[in-house]
Structures are given as structure tokens and as C-alpha cells.
């Protein structure tokens, strides 16, 4: 499967082309612990879910317990698509983003937030919170950030200053992980 993505703004986007190669539950022991996006199959051949990650082996085996809060197991998925990525956890975290805004799997559907301000209407995901969040906390400005996401700066400077319920519920659970 081939994803060409875009994500950015008129003056300065971003295109990426991602190759994803296709593993089977009983295939993840045969993957590398590297960074990657991934998106999970159900047998019935729907998308699940849609994840990243720095460590693409322990995280599939962490999913695939049923202890892991996701209704993702050895019983339910039928295969996995991933791509390996070599870049910074904020750029992954974009990526994620988008496929989850373009795909909406069933187990990312409790990560949107609406926002319905002036003249912006979208959706922001609780990926590209955190991916927000991290950016600020490492010294970018909310324009900045706005820039490199895409996201209207207002619908930025909420995420900083933490001005919703939805953002500061995101945000415990960002820093309980």
C-alpha cells in the first residue's frame, strides 16, 4: 500500500510517499524495534486502529495483549500494515494524524476533538495534541508550532494554555504515559 501525504500550509507543506509492507499476527516476531506508523486489521479486513511508535516490535506485542485497553487481540486482528520511518517523534506523530483524519478507525474515534471557532470548523486529534504539546514543551512558539501542523494558531494556543476539558483530560493522560 502506497500513502502520499501532505500537511503544512500554502507557503511551506510537506509531501510524503509511505510504502507500507503488510505483516501477519504470527509475522510481528519477524519485525525490526524501529520507529514506525502502523495501521491494524481486523480479520473481517477493516481498519481498527492507526498508531506510531519508536519501537514498532514491543509496541504490536503490547497491543496484541489483552491487557492492553485497545479491543485489539490475537483473536481480532488479521494483519498489519506498517512503514518504518526515520524521523523525529513530532513528524510521526503528524503522519498519524492524518491518517487518522482520513481513515477515522473505530478505535481512534475517542481521540477527536471539534472545534467550531470563528472561521476555522475541523477536528483535532488527540495525537495532534500531544504532538502540540510536545513541540511547545520544546521551545517552539505557538506560531511556530501552527505552521509546522497546520493547526489555526487560536486552536494552538488553547492546546498550550490547556483551555478545555477535553485538552486537560488529553493532557493527564499524556503525562501518565
Given at each position: 500500500?502506497?500513502?502520499?501525504l501532505?500537511?503544512?500550509?500554502?507557503?511551506?507543506?510537506?509531501?510524503?510517499?509511505l510504502?507500507f509492507?503488510?505483516?501477519?499476527?504470527?509475522?510481528?516476531?519477524?519485525?525490526?524495534?524501529?520507529?514506525a506508523?502502523?495501521?491494524?486489521y481486523?480479520?473481517?479486513?477493516?481498519?481498527?486502529?492507526?498508531?506510531?511508535?519508536?519501537?514498532?516490535?514491543t509496541?504490536?506485542y503490547?497491543?496484541?495483549t489483552?491487557?492492553?485497553g485497545?479491543?485489539?487481540?490475537?483473536?481480532t486482528?488479521?494483519?498489519?500494515?506498517?512503514?518504518y520511518?526515520s524521523?523525529?517523534?513530532?513528524?510521526?506523530?503528524?503522519?498519524?494524524?492524518?491518517?487518522?483524519?482520513?481513515?477515522?478507525?473505530?478505535?481512534?474515534?475517542?481521540d477527536?476533538?471539534t472545534?467550531?471557532?470563528?472561521n476555522?470548523?475541523?477536528?483535532?486529534?488527540k495525537?495532534?495534541?500531544?504532538?502540540?504539546?510536545?513541540?511547545?514543551?520544546?521551545?517552539?512558539?505557538r506560531?511556530?508550532?501552527?505552521?509546522?501542523t497546520?493547526?489555526?494558531?487560536s486552536?494552538?494556543?488553547?492546546?498550550?494554555?490547556?483551555q478545555?476539558?477535553k485538552?486537560q483530560?488529553?493532557?493527564?493522560?499524556?503525562?501518565?504515559?
Amino acid at each position: 500500500m502506497i500513502e502520499n501525504l501532505v500537511y503544512g500550509n500554502e507557503k511551506d507543506s510537506t509531501h510524503i510517499t509511505l510504502h507500507f509492507k503488510r505483516v501477519y499476527v504470527d509475522e510481528v516476531n519477524t519485525l525490526d524495534n524501529r520507529s514506525a506508523v502502523y495501521l491494524v486489521y481486523s480479520k473481517d479486513n477493516e481498519l481498527m486502529y492507526v498508531g506510531e511508535t519508536s519501537t514498532l516490535k514491543t509496541r504490536l506485542y503490547v497491543h496484541l495483549t489483552p491487557s492492553s485497553g485497545l479491543d485489539i487481540s490475537r483473536d481480532t486482528v488479521g494483519y498489519i500494515d506498517y512503514c518504518y520511518l526515520s524521523m523525529d517523534k513530532y513528524e510521526r506523530h503528524i503522519i498519524e494524524s492524518l491518517l487518522v483524519m482520513k481513515y477515522r478507525p473505530a478505535l481512534n474515534a475517542e481521540d477527536v476533538y471539534t472545534t467550531n471557532k470563528g472561521n476555522h470548523r475541523g477536528k483535532v486529534t488527540k495525537v495532534q495534541f500531544c504532538t502540540v504539546r510536545d513541540m511547545s514543551e520544546s521551545g517552539m512558539s505557538r506560531k511556530e508550532v501552527s505552521e509546522k501542523t497546520g493547526i489555526p494558531y487560536s486552536t494552538v494556543s488553547n492546546m498550550s494554555r490547556l483551555q478545555n476539558k477535553k485538552f486537560q483530560l488529553w493532557e493527564q493522560e499524556r503525562k501518565s504515559s
